[in-house]
């Protein structure tokens, strides 16, 4: 197996301008780097968050109609500040808060329908 030097979650989105602003508001920074309309990445502790729009020829492949097995985990501080940040930000979670071995979590969803677990460690 080669070394590996970088790993990071990639997520295709229809407008990245559009998830940029949500990612942008969500996470409290800028991408770095970002090319509108095409990529923006995100630089988080232990994590890359890359957003990038398909090329046309790939769309279908990233065109499913559920969020699939995929999430974007977020451990935060206080679970329910940050509820109230999804919902300022339009995209209140639509269920309640779930117990599970490791603490407390609920689910979200991005402006794409890509799953988000923000949980907290009890």
């Given at each position: 197996m080669p070394s590996?030097?970088?790993?990071?979650?990639a997520l295709a989105v229809h407008d990245v301008d559009w998830a940029v602003g949500f990612y942008q508001g969500l996470l409290g920074q800028s991408p770095?780097?970002?090319?509108?309309?095409?990529?923006?990445?995100?630089?988080?502790?232990?994590?890359r968050l890359a957003l990038f729009r398909p090329q046309d020829s790939q769309v279908a492949e990233f065109n499913a109609s559920t969020s699939g097995s995929m999430s974007l985990c977020l451990e935060v501080a206080d679970l329910e500040s940050a509820i109230a940040h999804l919902t300022r930000l339009g995209y209140p979670p639509p269920g309640a808060i779930l117990t599970a071995s490791h603490g407390?979590?609920?689910y979200a969803y991005d402006p794409d329908g890509n799953r988000l677990i923000l949980h907290v460690t009890e």
């Open positions: 590996i030097q970088l790993a990071f979650l770095q780097p970002y090319q509108p309309g095409r990529y923006g990445e995100f630089h988080l502790p232990g994590l407390r979590e609920i």
